[in-house]
């Protein structure tokens, strides 16, 4: 099924959606890393994202960001 939008559409959207929550920095594809490594501390990283778990340790886990503790959640 084709997407019904453009990159430079999802690019915007996203960012305002970034804006939105308070992340100060950061692509798409860092805050879905960032993401699964997070969830990951209980195993489901690979879950979250809908991958195998080859294919999440291979391309989104980061010990270095599985590590911290998640970032607060902005005050709405």
Do not use: C
Request: cysteine-free; overall charge positive.
């Amino acid at each position: 099924m084709p997407w019904p939008h453009t990159f430079a559409w999802f690019e915007r959207t996203f960012e305002k959606l970034r804006d939105t929550a308070g992340v100060k920095r950061g692509t798409w594809k860092w805050l879905r890393r960032s993401a699964g490594s997070y969830a990951d501390k209980n195993g489901n990283g690979h879950k979250l994202l809908g991958n195998t778990r080859t294919v999440f340790e291979s391309h989104y886990l980061a010990p270095e960001i599985a590590a911290k503790e998640p970032p607060k959640q902005a005050a709405i």
